[in-house]
């Protein structure tokens, strides 16, 4: 499994971005995907998953201002963040669960600006 994120940038403090994150290769049966972001110095943290059968899991400090969405047909998972703030910046990287292995993508930058 391949996965590609793509959608960061830079974005001022109350904007909003839409990553999305394409997976190929054998996508069939990825039972779960999900969005984990790394700060500069800081651990890497759950952001949000999203099961095959639209489950979803948030981290609690982003309810209400995040929301992911999946597209089984594309095997494609987005990630809608609004209210966006500083403490946002971070590399997102995008991850998939097949058969009970991780997979994770390059990672695409959001820079918040205040």
């Known amino acids: 499994v391949q996965l590609q994120a793509s959608g960061g940038g830079l974005v001022q403090a109350g904007g909003s971005l839409r990553l999305s994150c394409a997976a190929s290769g054998s996508t069939f049966s990825i039972s779960r995907f999900g969005w984990y972001r790394q700060a500069p110095g800081k651990q890497r943290d759950m952001v949000a998953t999203i099961t095959k059968g639209g489950s979803t899991d948030y981290a609690d400090s982003l309810k209400g201002r995040f929301t992911i969405s999946r597209d089984n047909g594309k095997s494609t998972v987005y990630l809608q963040m609004n209210s966006l703030k500083p403490e946002d910046t971070a590399v997102y990287y995008c991850?998939?669960?097949?058969?009970?292995?991780?997979?994770w993508g390059k990672g695409t930058l959001v820079t918040v600006s205040s």
């Open positions: 991850s998939a669960v097949r058969y009970g292995k991780d997979y």
